[in-house]
């Protein structure tokens, strides 16, 4: 069995590569996913669980979440992380920084 993870190099040629996802299938999920929502708001029916299907609330509004979320693989953030993402400093990694009395002392030695 092969260890293969992808590298970020990978990553980028898959993003660069790819175009928006199918309108019409986000078309789907994003309904499927709000009706769903919306259902187990307001049924509380659909909030326990089937023999059939099992928990309702999962197949209403985690697996389209989650199947919205793949489409658009994986590349969707939060607000507050895109904001937190614009705060940061951009530059090299930081470097150390010697006292000249302790960079002295440590070449006599």
Do not use: C, I
Not at 1 to 6: D, E, G, I, K, T
Not at 26 to 55: F, H, I, Q, T, Y
Not at 93 to 103: D, K, V
């Amino acid at each position: 069995m092969p260890n293969w993870s992808p590298t970020s190099a990978v990553l980028a040629l898959g993003a660069a590569a790819g175009s928006r996802p199918d309108p019409m299938l986000e078309k789907v999920l994003r309904r499927w996913l709000a009706l769903g929502l919306l259902a187990v708001a307001l049924l509380p029916a659909l909030r326990g669980s089937s023999d059939w299907l099992g928990w309702w609330p999962m197949w209403l509004v985690a697996m389209p979440g989650v199947a919205w979320w793949a489409l658009h693989r994986f590349r969707m953030r939060l607000p507050q992380q895109l904001a937190a993402r614009s705060r940061r400093r951009g530059g090299g990694q930081a470097r150390r920084r010697y006292e000249t009395g302790r960079l002295q002392a440590r070449q006599a030695a």
